[in-house]
DNA sequence: TTTAAAACATGATCTAGATCATATTTTAAA
DNA sequence: TTTAAAATATGATCTAGATCATGTTTTAAA
């Protein structure tokens, strides 16, 4: 077993590869191609043709959409543990989002045939992809209720509940933050300047830290 | 072959079970349970626990979630041939919304021990149902980037687009397109009569028939 | 068939949040 | 190290669209 082998991955233990059998494993091993990105850097383009998956050893990926006015959206955010370019490759479309680095990147590509020659061998594997795909859909519905009925304050408040929940490593500016609740980094400032008057918050300088959860849980739920 | 099996019925050769092998199928119209929806009725509701999934043979059928201010959204609107319920299913979670029948359904339900006997039989299955859910992470985020940035006009006359394209048979009311779009009846109304002055609609009563397509397009691109 | 509820329609008003402007600070690249 | 670009911050203004109000028409249920 080599030292850059998939069962040494960090995130191994809780991959869609976990259960895989050690034959199966094996070819994984050998087809993989482990990449080095650094921050800023793209991995595919909205419009490419996927050729695989991407597996993410660690690391932080975003997945953004730009509309005809240059505004940038936030689709989805992957850390490390995640799998990413999957939705394009199994619906059988052309990405129509752009993955963008956010934090330097290892990353593992497996090109698509042995992909489908893994699901064609062990089911399981389609069905661990078939559930992340069916939660994808939940978060998207709830993300877009949130958009629809709830005030701003609201949402910057689930932003920095799920950024210290689900991204505590990364530093976010108040624009990403703006892109990943559909709003302006202004709107994003003020509603961040009433939290730290009220004393919900502290930033120190570019970053953020919650002072009072309950309090930042609450507006979260407001309406 | 009875004449109520899945091979008689008129969405099957585009239905994700159109190739499987003759005894599967078998399987699935001997286990499979014919039921008839009334308008209105609810087939399941947001914290149940599937117990298989949905499959409609005629009608159409809204997924709602209605927020703690009474606001209701449409997440999802499903016609003859379209599979329902599969979400929470592959998830492993309980539904998270509500389906109401918009229009009379008949409807098939598959008990869940039988999908999944099938698709560890016949991986195509599998396959099928995640080019599904991924086109459907697709279909949200577009829904998505078009409520973050475009006017209501814009998303009126998308909605007009799309309930043409995908579900002509139906009747809307203004608030079904308000909810459909996350914005209010009087809105979409607005909009409306600006369309009707304009001469890019016909409103006959209730009804809305598109005068113009190539005006109405161009409307749903702006910005 | 009557009747209450829902849908349609439009005017008047209000406001959340976008937009614009300007200044300062931080970051990253030359 | 210098410097241009990006991020932060906040005030001033504007407006798209929500909300409220009122009346009419249509639908579905008693």
Redesign the pocket.
Known sequence: MKSDDCENCSSFSNSHFCNLKQKNLHSLNTNKKHITFK??EIIFREGDSPQGLYCIASGMVRLNHIDEEG?EIILRLYKAGDILGYRALFAEEKYHATAVVQEDCEICFIPQNIVKELMAVEPELAWSFLKQVSKEVHNMEDRMTSIIS????S?VAEALIYFKNELPASK?????I?EWI??????V??A??QFEDKGFIF?E??SIRIADDGAISKIAQEY
Chains 1, 2 share one sequence.
């Open positions: 921050k800023r505004n709830k005030p701003v304050q949402r976010w500016t108040r624009r990403d703006a559909g709003t302006t980094p202004e709107t400032m003020r961040l300047a930033q300088g570019r």
